[in-house]
């Protein structure tokens, strides 16, 4: 992924989610995170900037969580015939079903929920935040 792409893509979430005040935006060490253009840009929307820590996995541990379940439920599944397409499916995917209708399974000892995202809870912010304890790095 190149900082242009980056910075695009913050340029669209900007727009279309016109983020509150006091926004954080976790990123691993990347070059394409760290670099001038991506600083500034962020800056620039009032938008606090939060790094992994070099070696500790758990600090992006959700995000690749989601990655692993968006490559086996979609990616993996599917041929696309075009970059196009591919971008259409995966924001299909990603809107329509895994923030929507998808089932969670959480385990908690031997007891198990499984739920469905009550989508209304996040009003017009559908993407989910999950508290990450960096103690045990």
């Known amino acids: 992924m190149t900082k242009e792409h980056v910075l695009q893509a913050l340029a669209n979430a900007i727009e279309v989610q016109q983020p509150e005040e006091g926004l954080i935006l976790h990123t691993d060490l990347g070059s394409q995170y760290t670099s001038e253009d991506s600083e ?13 820590r070099k070696g500790c996995p758990y600090d992006n541990a959700c995000i690749e969580s989601f990655h692993e379940i968006l490559k086996k439920e979609e990616v993996y599944q599917t041929s696309y015939i075009d970059f196009k397409s591919a ?45 990450v304890s960096s103690e045990s790095c």
């Open 40 to 52: 500034k840009a962020v800056k620039e929307a009032n938008i606090k900037q939060s790094f992994s």
């Open 87 to 131: 971008r259409l499916a995966l924001f299909h995917y990603i809107e329509s079903w895994y923030n929507r209708k998808r089932i969670y399974l959480i385990s908690s000892g031997s007891l198990a929920f499984r739920f469905t995202l009550p989508t209304h809870f996040f009003g017009r912010h559908p993407w989910l935040v999950f508290p």
